[in-house]
């Protein structure tokens, strides 16, 4: 087995591959299962300058870390230097993190507004300018996460990359697409390449990222260091051990059993309703159990069901009475299976 582990700075990542950020639902109970799938590094969801700045509870609570999700990165956002320093200095005195990050890649229209996220690539002074000023006042690595540009007609991730990299950033992440397309249409690799080339850092290279293949094949075309992976793994974490293993040894994996599945969602639910409370996990959880159900045979009014769910208990009668559904299906279609 080949040894996969690179470096962002003084901190050791012991496998190309890196679970994304995402808004609401890279919580401690998300990010805990890709640690558990192996993830190399996993990156919180994004949280806001201002709120640490003002101390919101419900986003102080956001920094909080497990102890099993090491190496972690922090992600936040912002605009206004002096509130993104005093967030960076909190992570890097009061929280657990190892990597703080900051966000100029969230397309959202809420984010734009605050002139945060992708609209930062808009002012590539402005944006090199506050990064200085964030990795001059911590202790900790800082590394950011953006996109190739605005839209097709204002590429400037080379630009970017190359100001972010002087100013002492330790890693960047691309997502090969602009502002503009959102989360639609084909990521282009090429610019991560670009990127890559560009600057001496570790770049991490991230978008349509589906398979082991699709991993393989992005290392392979942009020379990046590690893949970063968001939307392929959301019901799916085992595609985080099928990725490692495949570059690391060229193996594949096994399909995943029905049972496998549902004993993960079972955890999932578990994890989120500890996190947060029935009530609340139990909304939260409907998304990832309609994830976790994707592709299964007849599993249209299973999605249905679960997404209308508000307890544990709903959940598991749900899941029973699809799993005796499912064994009829394999007696009836699959003899050998019986």
């Not at 507004?113 to 808009?122: H, P, Q, T, V």
């Not at 400037?156 to 002087?166: I, M, Q, R, Y």
């Not at 690799?189 to 290279?205: D, L, N, T």
Request: glycine residues 6%; contains cysteine; neutral net charge.
């Amino acid at each position: 087995m080949q040894d996969k582990s690179w470096k962002i700075r003084d901190i050791t990542i012991p496998n190309q591959v890196v679970i994304a950020p995402m808004a609401g639902i890279s919580n401690p109970a998300f990010r805990v299962i890709c640690k558990q799938f192996g993830a190399g590094l996993i990156y919180t969801e994004m949280v806001s300058d201002k709120a640490l700045y003002y101390e919101n509870e419900k986003t102080l609570h956001m920094t909080a870390v497990e102890k099993e999700e090491h190496p972690l990165t922090m992600q936040i956002f912002g605009h206004d230097i002096e509130t993104m320093v005093y967030a960076a200095k909190l992570l890097d005195e009061k929280s657990d993190c190892d990597i703080i990050d900051i966000n100029m890649g969230c397309p959202v229209n809420k984010i734009i507004k605050s002139n945060a996220g992708s609209a930062l690539m808009k002012d590539i002074d402005h944006a090199v300018t506050m990064t200085k000023a964030v990795v001059d006042s911590v202790k900790k690595p800082v590394t950011v996460k953006m996109r190739i540009g605005w839209d097709m007609d204002s590429i400037n991730c080379v630009e970017l990359a190359k100001g972010l990299a002087s100013v002492g950033v330790s890693a960047l992440a691309v997502h090969g697409r602009t502002r503009k397309q959102m989360y639609e249409g084909k990521a282009d690799w090429q610019y991560i390449k670009a990127v890559k080339q560009a600057v001496s850092i570790p770049v991490m290279g991230n978008g349509d990222i589906r398979s082991s293949e699709d991993a393989k094949r992005m290392l392979d075309t942009t020379g990046c260091d590690a893949i970063m992976v968001g939307r392929g793994v959301l019901g799916d974490p085992w595609l985080i051990k099928e990725i490692a293993t495949y570059l690391a040894t060229g193996e594949k994996l096994p399909p995943v059993s029905v049972n496998e599945k549902f004993t993960m969602a079972r955890l999932h639910a578990k994890r989120l309703c500890d996190l947060k409370g029935e009530h609340v996990g139990m909304r939260e959880m409907r998304g990832h159990a309609a994830w976790y159900v994707k592709g299964l045979p007849k599993s249209h009014q299973l999605k249905d069901s679960l997404t209308k769910m508000d307890t544990y208990a709903q959940m598991e009668e749900i899941l029973c009475a699809y799993e005796k559904v499912y064994q009829e299906y394999i007696d009836s279609y699959v003899p050998s299976q019986r």
